[in-house]
């Protein structure tokens, strides 16, 4: 099945600066790149998706960028701000069955 | 509904004992899907029903775990004899079905496990 590996686990930036979560997946056949952002006590909230014809999508101060031959993804914060401090996972879906998800990065911003 | 409603938010158990976690996804929202979220840990996957497909319960970790979808909306996790290893955050989740876009998240029942 998909395996999808996110690093780094825990990311520490200044307020203002970059941040950059990667991913990677296993299966070929995934087409669909969710990004979920989850806050402390709530259930993940998707942020940002890439489909596989893409690859690269914006959104305000997101992105995220899609290598289909190197098989990996990246999600891109800019102009960091407090309130981005949370747990964000990447995820793979091949349309077959439910999402796989990677393990988490916790991204602290400092004011 | 507005949002995926899961209830309760918490509940504290003995070991030993059943517990039923019920998920009320949006309306109109064909698949919905259970993870399992430990202390400070990733999303595993638990099981997935879509439409009136049989359920995909690849992910459940043993035989005293199930669950059901009634008339295609509401959704039971069942957890028979409790377990310490049991203790997680359950997290129910819909979407308009496979390869349909991302999912919408209830809020997790925080199970405890003493």
């Known amino acids: 099945g998909e395996n999808v590996e996110q690093h780094p686990s825990t990311l520490s930036v200044q307020e203002g600066d970059s941040a950059v979560i990667k991913c990677t997946y296993s299966?070929?056949?995934?087409?669909?790149f969710p990004w979920y952002k989850q806050e402390l006590g709530k259930g993940p909230q998707l942020i940002i998706d890439?489909?596989?014809?893409?690859g690269e999508k914006k959104d305000q101060r997101i992105a995220v960028t899609l290598n289909k031959t190197a098989k990996h993804f990246s999600l891109h914060i800019t102009e960091t701000q407090p309130e981005d401090s949370a747990v964000y996972f990447c995820?793979?879906?091949?349309?077959?069955?439910?999402?796989?998800f990677g393990s988490g990065t916790r991204l602290q911003v400092q004011p | 509904g507005a949002g995926v409603s899961q209830s309760p938010s918490n509940k504290v158990t003995e070991k030993g004992k059943d517990v039923e976690l019920r998920c009320d996804p949006i309306?109109?929202?064909?698949?919905l899907y259970w993870y399992r979220q430990s202390l400070g840990q990733g999303l595993e996957f638990l099981i997935y029903?879509?439409?009136?497909?049989?359920?995909?319960k690849s992910g459940l970790p043993s035989d005293r775990f199930s669950a059901e979808r009634t008339g295609g909306s509401v959704s039971t996790l069942t957890i028979q004899r409790t377990q310490q290893e049991d203790s997680a955050v359950y997290l129910c989740?819909?979407?308009?079905?496979?390869?349909?876009?991302?999912?919408?998240f209830g809020s997790g029942t925080r199970l405890t496990v003493v």
């Open positions: 989740a819909s979407s308009l079905g496979p390869d349909r876009g991302g999912y919408t």
């Open positions: 299966d070929s056949a995934s087409n669909y």
């Open positions: 890439i489909r596989s014809n893409v």
């Open positions: 995820a793979a879906d091949t349309g077959r069955r439910a999402l796989t």
């Open positions: 309306s109109g929202h064909t698949a």
């Open positions: 029903f879509q439409g009136n497909s049989a359920p995909d």
